[in-house]
Nanobody, 120 residues
Framework: QAQLVESGGGLVQAGGSRRLSCAAS????????IGWYRQAPGKERELVAA??????????DSVKGRFTISRDNAPNIFTTVYLEMTGLKPEDTTVYYC???????????WGQGTQVTVSS
């Protein structure tokens, strides 16, 4: 069973940058992709960015050009996935979660979340 732990959240001024980390452990060989999600109060959880074992990457339109997802270069296995956030806006304020997906799209694990607060 895979486990995920996020870190890197905190308070940042609008226009600033922050890097989030998602550390994977346990059965990491079963992970095909890891995504970053966020959920603002009263809204549905949304995909922010995702990266697959094959290196495919996708972003939500709202973060394209501002956020970058990357992973450690461990061959054939996930260890840590990063979300580099730049040009932060107050509307980016929320809890960010990472999620591991298996090779058949099954949801394997969620992290506990890390709070990002952007002050105006």
């Amino acid at each position: 069973q895979a486990q995920l732990v996020e870190s890197g959240g905190g308070l940042v001024q609008a226009g600033g940058s922050r890097r989030l980390s998602c550390a994977a452990s346990g059965s990491t060989g079963s992970i095909d992709a890891i995504g970053w999600y966020r959920q603002a109060p009263g809204k549905e959880r949304e995909l922010v960015a995702a990266i697959s074992s094959g290196g495919n990457i996708n972003y939500a339109d709202s973060v394209k050009g501002r956020f970058t997802i990357s992973r450690d270069n461990a061959p054939n296995i996930f260890t840590t996935v990063y979300l580099e956030m730049t040009g932060l806006k107050p509307e980016d304020t929320t809890v960010y979660y990472c999620r591991a997906l298996g090779y058949r799209g099954a949801s394997l694990a969620w992290g506990q979340g890390t709070q990002v607060t952007v002050s105006s």
